[in-house]
């Protein structure tokens, strides 16, 4: 959300720090921590082995609730006030991580998928909409994150956390429900 407020301001002049200060604690709140505390507390009372969910079938119940508060910040940010093309990509952003977050907690339960590749396939298309939409096409950052991307996806490989089709299967979902809500929204 930074990186978009951020981008945002550049072609709409925002310099309104309560928007940037909605958006981040929104995002923080949404996408970090509850999200974390709801997954310590399940590491405490239910069956999970470790925090990091190693296990696929442990990642189920901690995605669905994810899924959950990031459903929740989509709602809050509907009727928030910021530029009609900021409030829609980053709400795309966010129904996209939603569904992304959905259809891994199912893909979970049968074979093993790269979370950190979801989340930056959603990024990169993310910002391949943006370049798509805006006057001035912020490439370096697409190009940026797809080499972010490599290395994420190289690191995971290197600890023998994924396999290759792990890895691709990933970033491509996180790809296809980020670029894909931006035509239904």
Known sequence: MVLLYR??????????IRIFLFLTSLTLVSTFLLPAISTYLMLRTWS???LEL??????????LITAAYYLFAFYLLK????????????????LGATG????AAVVNLFWKISAHSIAQ???CGTLLVLCLILPSPPLNLLYLCIFI??????????LQA??????????????VCTVGMAFFL
């Open 100 to 103: 992304s977050v959905v259809i």
């Open 121 to 123: 396939g959603g990024l």
């Open 162 to 175: 994924h396999s290759p089709a792990q890895i691709y299967i990933g970033f491509g979902l996180g790809w």
């Open 149 to 158: 991307s490599g290395l994420v996806g190289w690191s995971r490989l290197k």
């Open 54 to 63: 190693n296990e696929r079938r442990e990642r189920f119940g901690p995605y």
């Open 7 to 16: 981008i945002f301001t550049t072609f709409y002049f925002i310099r309104d």
């Open 79 to 94: 009727d928030f006030p910021a530029p009609s093309g900021m409030l829609r990509i980053i709400r795309v952003f966010m």
């Open 48 to 50: 999970l082995k470790a």
